[in-house]
């Protein structure tokens, strides 16, 4: 069985998708880097960060960040179609999102982690760059990647899935409906899939 670390509202949610795509039995384990428990101190013994997701396979290797997972669940069990369609620019895209926006959000959500001492003006000033990086990395990512969140069977990929829960924060989905109205509705169709969408309404129950 696939062991999952992760909690709601974070990015766990793309490999809660992608494990019953792959038709594998798993199970979540709530934790987190900002939650104290049973769960978390786990988390900690295989992933000194705890950043979440961390996925323990059945023979025990420690998988970690999102890109990986989804890459390594589209390689083990090719029928989910994960990596189906054009699998060089989904591997780009993935990588993309990893490198570009899920990053941003990281420096926003813990400003303290690069400025350490520095006053709350400084924070305030580091967390309003990055998030106009970041929404400018959405805009270049929709002008790129807009054809390749499908698979041939319409079900969305695995860059589908971690572009859709990514631009759940920090206000993306509000710029890309404002600067890319038609990227913010291929969004919104990853949104709505079977599999999709009940995952998301547990992570984001008011949105």
């Known amino acids: 069985m696939y062991t999952l670390y992760g909690t709601d509202d974070s990015g766990s949610c793309m490999i ?14 709530d934790a987190s880097s900002w939650q104290d428990g049973e769960g978390s101190a786990a988390l900690a013994r295989i992933n ?38 054009n699998r060089g620019q989904i ?14 959000i990281g420096i926003i959500d813990y400003p303290q982690r690069w400025l350490g001492n520095a006053d709350e003006a400084a924070q305030a000033q580091l967390i309003s760059g990055t998030r106009h990086y970041l929404h400018q990395a ?21 860059l589908g899935i971690m572009a859709a829960a990514v631009s759940h924060w920090d206000a993306a989905r509000e710029a890309l409906q404002a600067s890319r109205p038609a990227f913010a509705q291929t969004l919104a169709r990853v949104d709505a899939d079977p599999l999709v969408a009940p995952v998301f309404a547990r992570h984001w129950p008011q949105q």
């Open 91 to 104: 591997l780009r895209g993935l990588v993309y999102i990893a490198a570009n926006c899920y990053s941003a």
């Open 138 to 158: 959405w805009r270049v990512f929709a002008d790129q990647f807009a054809d390749q969140l499908f698979a041939p069977d319409q079900q969305p990929n695995a």
């Open 16 to 29: 809660e998708i992608a494990l019953p795509r792959c038709a594998v039995p798993w199970h979540r384990v």
């Open 48 to 85: 000194p960060l705890k950043q979440i997701p961390t996925l323990v396979t059945p023979d025990g290797q420690v998988l970690t960040e999102s890109a990986a997972i989804l890459i390594h669940l589209g390689l083990e069990f090719p029928a989910a179609n994960l990596l189906a369609g």
